[in-house]
């Protein structure tokens, strides 16, 4: 009684209509339960994630996400998002205007990508030496493409031969081709690639979620007309926004539509406008995830105060290291040919006589320490590591060799 006669009298109004209106009211009153799991903290362990993504947030860029939300027209937000633009086009190493960053992980550059240049009768080459050609033919076919798979073995890379073969038969609009191949651990070379897609009338797209700021990337030297990536590999921010560029050519290519993209979303005439691409004045199109846009700034600022070519070298260099420890462990590596070794993600094949799952739960119950097995044609064959960015350090890799070495002892109970 004493409660109810505290109660603020629109309240107790309210109650009181409640409890007369019976079963009108009956059917505003909530009947799920409050979820009990959300009135214990969060709780986050602190782990080492060197598979092959996302890696490890640094400090700076964790800071940078905590920092309070603003509009997301506000003039503050606007320079970072054109700061975001300058990053990303040292980053990628072009000029082009049309240079921004999608809201969503790197499935949604790859649509964006697609979405944007496929229109029905449009077809498409793609290279698929793992998943990520895979996924890309499958979005295509959605969009109504005609797709041509180039096939080649997980593990192995394309030659231009293999590349000019196919471009002769399928007269493609488009080829798409994966730079880093996480599920295999390839680095696709790219030279010669741009002039080779362009004297065929081609566009050439490039998916370098996986390798961007771990490998040597220069869009418009190599002559790459659509270049995307990832935030949370080796540019180390959280995962969520995802920087993308086109050509001058692959702008023409979507200026010709006669259709409109088949996504709001993603369509890059009004992501452009929103971006201040098109040197018009800004349109409202979506809220950009605040937060996310300032990780990636910092993350785009540590990697030029580093510099790209410092940041490919410690790549290598950590890389190197690793294979070397993996083959004093009497591990296979499982890409052949050195070159063509990816320095963000190295596949190594699960030992004989091992279970992969038992190694890596091992290794994240023991040591706090992710490492990957295989993905799509790799599954159950190999293991992947992912050293990138904030994660590619010396220190790091001796970790994990120690921790591996320590899991092969022992799993070795795990032997069939
Ligand atoms: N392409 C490649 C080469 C990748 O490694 C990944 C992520 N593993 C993707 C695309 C997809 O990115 P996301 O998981 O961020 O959607």
Known sequence: MHRAAALPKSIAALLRARSTAGCAMAASTPRVPLPRE??????????L?????????????RAAGGQQILGHMHPEVLQ????????????????????????????????????????????????????????AADIARRLGAKVHELLKPPGEYFTLQDIQEGLAQHKPSMLFITHGESSTGVL???????????????????????SLGGAPILMDQQGIDVLYTGSQKALSAPPGSSPISFSERAREKMLRRKTRPPSFYLDMDCLASYWGC??????YHHTVPISGIFCLRE??????????ENSWEQ???????LCQGLQDLGLELFVKEEAVRLPTVTTVRVPEGYNWKEITAFLMDKHSIEISGGLGPTAGKVLRIGLMGYNATQDNVDRLLRALRDALQHCQHSRL
Request: glycine share 12%.
């Open 278 to 283: 098109s040197g018009e004045p800004r349109m």
């Open 188 to 210: 696709q070379p790219l030279e010669g690639l741009g002039e080779l897609c362009h004297r065929h009338g081609c566009l050439l797209l490039v998916d370098a979620v996986a």
């Open 38 to 47: 959300l009135l214990r903290p969060l709780a986050v362990p602190h782990r």
């Open 80 to 135: 970072v998002m054109d700061d975001i633009k300058a990053g990303i086009q040292y980053a990628f190493q072009t000029q082009n205007r049309l240079t921004l960053a999608i809201s969503g992980t790197g499935h949604c550059a790859m649509e964006a990508a697609l979405i944007n240049l496929l229109e029905g009768n449009d077809t498409m080459l793609v290279g698929t030496n793992g998943i990520w050609g895979q996924r």
């Open 299 to 308: 993350a785009l600022a540590i990697l030029a105060e580093q510099g790209l």
């Open 315 to 321: 790549h290598q260099a950590v890389c190197t290291r």
């Open 49 to 61: 994630l060197l598979g092959p993504g996302p890696s490890n947030v640094s400090p700076r860029v």
